[in-house]
């Protein structure tokens, strides 16, 4: 019987939709802004596919930090060992892992974002691996799953997975909100690992020839960009050349909206993005993959939610990435939170990579737990 440790962060992601780039010290700014969680409904997509292991046993937290979404599922192998304040925070991610490795565990299975991550490594160390069902803004470090089904596969196949040292990064959230990207290495995790089901750390480019190339995608999308058409632009160096090649700047780490090469929405949270496309008859989505993880859509970008990419239409997401990010990208992900929508991307997508230049990428999702 595998003894697994489950923690869920309710509030982790919440500031993703409301354009705050992150949850940390911002629960009740993003509740404010009209947030609603999402942890749990992606913590329970996990545990659903969990059901039929019967050699699995948990210990959890009470209430949303665990045992209402183990609950949901339908699964009744757990033990509380640990029962958190009515408003949760990062002391309650530390007490509970301390309760639940106090237990012992082979796994600590857990529901968040890098900071959840920071959290529960500051006390399991590398004594005991962990693995992430990801549900925060940013996810930079690699002890995530690539979305909650492969992360119940990997608890499924747990003794056949391999420990990976994997990177646990600390992102300073001021200095993101601000358009920053300051991150730095916080420790070193044990992570298990089934290939192409864990996101790896994200990587940034920061090349002499990259800015050319950035350039000549952004001169490239300025000829083909149509009147009349809303633009909404994903975060990103090569989405913010796009820009400001079209002479406006561009929010570094968050989402703008372009109409007849004027901008019409600066570091737009869902809801305005909503609003905006509510009556346009043409919209059109452009993004860039995270470096190496290879994520399109939902990480980082969660503004950009489910509905709105159903008012574009797949077929007006256009993908922009320079060739050195796709060499070291071997597949795209995509995480939207909606599986049926993920589905619909196909195999493969068009990436703009240079001056009238395009290759296509694998677009890969993990296959169905058994």
Known sequence: MKRIGFIVNPVAGMGGSVGLKGTDGNVEEAKRRGAVPHAGERAQRALEKLRMAKNLCYLTCAGEMGESALAAAGLENYEIVYTPADDTSADDTRAAARAILGKGVDLIFFCGGDGTARDIFSVAGRDVPMLGIPAGV???????????????ELVIGLDKAALRDSEVMDVDE???????????????????????????????????????IKAEIAQFM???????????????????????????????LGVDVLKNGRLVAVDADEQTLLRLTDRE????????????????????????????????GIGHVIVVATPHKLQDTPELLVDSGDPELDREFGDSIQVICGYRIAQRKMVRQPSPVK
């Open 138 to 152: 940013k996810m930079y470090s690699g002890v995530f799953a690539v979305n909650p089904d492969a992360a119940a």
């Open 174 to 212: 001021d200095a993101y909100r601000a358009g920053t990207l300051d991150t730095r290495l916080f420790g070193i995790a044990r992570t298990p690992v089934i290939r192409g089901m864990v996101a790896v750390s994200k990587q940034v480019y920061e090349q002499p020839d990259e800015e050319r």
């Open 222 to 252: 300025q000829e083909v960009m149509l009147p009349g058409a809303l633009y909404i632009i994903g975060a990103g160096t090569t989405t913010e050349a796009i820009v400001r090649y079209l002479g406006h700047k561009k929010t570094l």
């Open 281 to 312: 008859k043409d919209v059109r989505i452009i993004i860039s993959p995270i470096g190496a993880q290879g994520f399109i859509l939902g990480r980082g970008n969660q503004q950009i939610s489910p509905a709105i990419v159903r008012r574009a």
